[in-house]
């Protein structure tokens, strides 16, 4: 592991590495926070995915969240969005599939199966790989990401509640299998069977007897995607079913961006620090 940045920051440490990854077959980035209470021992671990388009870099240079992350004694770990390099298939200029747009699934079909491993990646390979390098607490892990990142978040917490305490999003894709946005990449990723898709769908997963404890969502009400892309009126409607608490905070006048991420990063980040205290 090759430690590619590193400074200070509100007492704690802001980092960046680069590693060869098993589960993408390339090499892979991803920035981690650690607050200054590392040096009394091991501190909770909170989960960050990022959108289309984004790298780790974006919620580094643009998501304010290290002050909440120090106060609160969180590390926060930022994984790339998906695998990159000159064999790892792409389509150049479209930038809601390949290099940016890994939708954190475990891609089955050809040429796109090698690579695009994402699920595995955020699931296995790299919080061992953070398990062994750093002074973090394992069983106490929360996740929350932006937009396709949200999305990934909701779905990875809804299949391993045992794994993460707490769940919160931002603009998230709601139901990512029916999104025109989304529905492309879920095609060439996973095959035209849409059965298989349900395992990347958060309303579908709900709908399927998945359960998270709480779930904490922000949303834009001038955010462009809102009524085609995002829609979390459907994920209000299968928490409503299932009887999962859904905390839609819907925000007049925010958008899509970090300005709006960076609005609330620190009420995000409070409110997984309540409930990794309790884990």
Same mark, same amino acid.
């Given at each position: 592991m090759e430690l590619v940045s590193s400074s200070k920051a509100f007492g704690g440490s802001q980092r960046v590495y680069r590693h060869d990854s098993a589960a993408c077959a390339c090499p892979m980035t991803f920035a981690i926070f650690l607050p200054p209470q590392i040096e009394d021992g091991p501190v909770p671990l909170l989960w960050y995915l990022s959108g289309l388009t984004c790298t780790h870099q974006n919620v580094m240079d643009k998501g304010e969240y290290r002050a909440a992350a120090a106060a609160n004694g969180i590390a926060i770990i930022c994984p790339d969005t998906s695998p990159r390099g000159e064999h790892v298939p792409d389509e150049p200029g479209n930038w809601q599939f390949g290099s940016g747009a890994g939708f954190y699934l475990d891609a089955t079909q050809a040429p796109y199966d090698k690579n695009y491993r994402m699920e595995s990646y955020i699931r296995d390979e790299l919080p061992e790989l953070v398990e062994r390098h750093f002074p973090v607490d394992m069983t106490r892990q929360g996740i929350f990401g932006h937009?396709? *990142?949200?999305?990934?978040?909701i779905t990875l917490a809804l299949k391993n509640p045992e794994r993460y305490a707490s769940v919160s999003a931002f603009a998230p894709i709601a139901q990512p299998s029916t999104a025109g946005w989304s529905r492309p990449a879920f095609e060439k990723f996973l095959g035209p069977d849409e059965g298989r898709w349900r395992a990347y769908d958060?309303?579908?997963?709900i709908a399927d007897g998945h359960r998270v404890k709480d779930l904490l969502v922000d949303q834009g009400t001038a955010d462009g995607f809102l009524d085609?892309?995002?829609?979390p009126q459907l994920l209000e409607v299968a928490c409503a079913a299932a *009887?999962?608490?859904l905390e839609l905070q819907m925000r007049e006048g925010y958008d899509h961006s970090y300005n709006f991420i960076s609005t609330f990063m620190a009420q995000h980040i409070a409110w997984h620090a309540q409930r990794l205290a309790k884990a």
């Amino acid at each position: 592991m090759e430690l590619v940045s590193s400074s200070k920051a509100f007492g704690g440490s802001q980092r960046v590495y680069r590693h060869d990854s098993a589960a993408c077959a390339c090499p892979m980035t991803f920035a981690i926070f650690l607050p200054p209470q590392i040096e009394d021992g091991p501190v909770p671990l909170l989960w960050y995915l990022s959108g289309l388009t984004c790298t780790h870099q974006n919620v580094m240079d643009k998501g304010e969240y290290r002050a909440a992350a120090a106060a609160n004694g969180i590390a926060i770990i930022c994984p790339d969005t998906s695998p990159r390099g000159e064999h790892v298939p792409d389509e150049p200029g479209n930038w809601q599939f390949g290099s940016g747009a890994g939708f954190y699934l475990d891609a089955t079909q050809a040429p796109y199966d090698k690579n695009y491993r994402m699920e595995s990646y955020i699931r296995d390979e790299l919080p061992e790989l953070v398990e062994r390098h750093f002074p973090v607490d394992m069983t106490r892990q929360g996740i929350f990401g932006h937009s396709m *990142g949200g999305h990934g978040a909701i779905t990875l917490a809804l299949k391993n509640p045992e794994r993460y305490a707490s769940v919160s999003a931002f603009a998230p894709i709601a139901q990512p299998s029916t999104a025109g946005w989304s529905r492309p990449a879920f095609e060439k990723f996973l095959g035209p069977d849409e059965g298989r898709w349900r395992a990347y769908d958060a309303t579908l997963l709900i709908a399927d007897g998945h359960r998270v404890k709480d779930l904490l969502v922000d949303q834009g009400t001038a955010d462009g995607f809102l009524d085609e892309g995002l829609r979390p009126q459907l994920l209000e409607v299968a928490c409503a079913a299932a *009887g999962i608490p859904l905390e839609l905070q819907m925000r007049e006048g925010y958008d899509h961006s970090y300005n709006f991420i960076s609005t609330f990063m620190a009420q995000h980040i409070a409110w997984h620090a309540q409930r990794l205290a309790k884990a």
